[in-house]
């Protein structure tokens, strides 16, 4: 099961240079000059998980094998975009291709690096990604609420007044520059606005690109209902040039005890309401993503389509007790082993085994 998230922003914040980082790369072209990237760049990113390793230790697994998550670098929006600006229209149907948006608004001040708008200004970033996105869903959802409006008639009046009312609502929204996402839908509304595949239906994360030693002064305020995280990405791509423990040690100088990369992937997998379960034994420890609200069987879905009809049961326990007990062996005479059905919901930290027929 892959999940992705787009990079998205102004040309020049930043965005190809943390992707690049990100995935310890020189993948995506990062140059002083907007448009750099046309073509999206994509790339795979562990999902960083300290369980696995202490699951691994109790297994005496020969590999362990973590989640990941997918990054797309997509060129640079301008104003005017949702009008064919720039190279509005493809970057906008990159963007409907991805799960979620990881938008990066410029705080670092760097003369050397030219701003599409000639200032640094992370709330005006934001501001012209998000109206931008809004517009180009107006048009969506304006000739959606045409059609429903012409064939409303007659006997079919009835059918499509719940479908008028959601689209009229939407429409108001989208008119004030306010995304769609901050809208209430019950169920029926659900089904639609999955058809209509709104840009500003995707859960958004705000990255702001700070300087080295800007970490902590930055002014921008993400708005409500949407998380924001820190990062250098100047900074990361240091890092990322360095051996896995310089790394370390360059982060034990600066008083921090994780990237800012394992933060941004980290928050991902949260904006995409994930969770991890893990199997463990001597062949691997392995971490498993899944939606919340998972039910067993779908769970098992992952590992293999056919386990879902073949699903039987499941042995489930918290994989701190699973490391407490020392595996599988100590486990089953705990009292912390459970067998689970069909109706069980998987829970983030799971170690589970499946019984397949």
Not at 183 to 201: A, N, P
Not at 266 to 292: C, D, H, M, P, Q
């Amino acid at each position: 099961m892959s999940f992705s998230i787009g990079i998205v922003g102004l040309p020049n914040v930043g965005k190809s240079t943390l992707f690049n980082a990100l995935t310890r790369s020189k993948q995506a072209q990062a140059q002083n000059y907007p448009f750099c990237t046309i073509d999206p760049n994509v790339g795979v990113v562990e999902v960083p998980d300290e369980r696995l390793a202490k699951l691994s230790e109790v297994s005496k697994s020969k590999k362990i094998i973590p989640t990941v998550i997918e990054f797309v670098d997509i060129a640079g929006l301008v104003k005017g975009a949702s009008e064919g600006q720039g190279l509005g229209n493809k970057f906008l149907s990159h963007i409907r291709e991805v799960d979620a948006i990881a938008q990066v608004v410029r705080a670092f001040s760097d003369t050397n690096v030219i701003h599409v708008n000639n200032k640094v200004d992370p709330k005006d970033d934001a501001d012209v990604i998000n109206l931008e996105l809004a517009l180009a869903d107006l048009q969506t959802v304006s000739k959606r609420l045409d059609n429903a409006k012409k064939s409303a008639k007659g006997v079919a009046a009835k059918e499509f007044a719940k479908q008028i009312e959601l689209l009229e609502k939407v429409n108001d929204q989208l008119q004030q520059g306010k995304p769609a996402r901050e809208l209430e839908y019950d169920e029926e509304d659900i089904i639609i606005m999955r058809e209509l595949q709104l840009l500003t239906m995707k859960p958004m994360l705000y990255v702001v690109n700070v300087d080295e030693s800007q970490n902590g002064n930055n002014k921008f305020v993400a708005p409500a209902g949407t998380e924001m995280i820190e990062i250098s990405a100047k900074l990361e791509a240091e890092l990322a040039e360095l051996s896995v423990e310089e790394a370390g040690e360059f982060l034990n100088s600066l008083g921090m005890s994780q990237t800012g990369l394992d933060k941004l992937v980290t928050a991902s997998y949260k904006l995409l309401n994930l969770i991890t379960y893990f199997t463990s034994g001597e062949v691997e420890t392995r971490a498993w993503t899944v939606k919340k609200n998972t039910k067993a069987p779908e769970a098992a879905g992952v590992i293999h389509t056919d386990f879902v009809k073949g699903f039987i049961k499941a042995d489930v326990c918290d994989w701190k007790d699973f490391v407490e007990f020392g595996g599988w062996s100590g486990i089953k005479t705990s009292g912390k082993l459970r067998l689970e059905g069909k109706d069980y919901i998987v829970q983030d930290g799971d170690t589970v085994y499946f019984h397949i027929s």
